[in-house]
Nanobody
Framework: QVRLVESGGGSVQVGGSLRLSCAAS????????MGWFRQAPGMEREGVAS????????RYADSVKGRFTISQDSATNTVYLQMVSLKPEDTGMYYC????????????????????WGQGTQVTVSS
């Protein structure tokens, strides 16, 4: 089993920055692919970034490329999402997720493939 706990959300103005954290526990096999997803009210959940933890390789959705950075600290089993130049459309609940299959570790991977989820952390960007 895997347990994921997100933190770091908050309210910022346009152009601001936030760093989200996802503290993970449980067997590493089920955490080979870690992803950050977000969901705005009335919208579908979308993947924004992913990291294949054995190699540290990362992928991003086009909407956040160049502004968001996913990273990991293997010593603390924590995955981060650094967000800069935030826009109102970045507003939403942000979730950390994990799956064992590293074969398609991309933010475009179906969210249903991720078997482990955190409780989410709210990000609000206001103009």
């Amino acid at each position: 089993q895997v347990r994921l706990v997100e933190s770091g959300g908050g309210s910022v103005q346009v152009g601001g920055s936030l760093r989200l954290s996802c503290a993970a526990s449980g067997d590493t096999y089920n955490r080979r692919c870690m992803g950050w997803f977000r969901q705005a009210p009335g919208m579908e959940r979308e993947g924004v970034a992913s990291i294949y933890t054995p190699a540290g390789s990362t992928r991003y959705a086009d909407s956040v490329k160049g502004r968001f950075t996913i990273s990991q600290d293997s010593a603390t089993n924590t995955v981060y999402l650094q967000m800069v130049s935030l826009k109102p459309e970045d507003t939403g609940m942000y979730y950390c997720a994990a799956k064992p299959d590293g074969g398609y570790c991309r933010p475009s991977a179906p969210s249903v493939d991720f078997g482990f989820w955190g409780q989410g952390t709210q990000v609000t960007v206001s103009s």
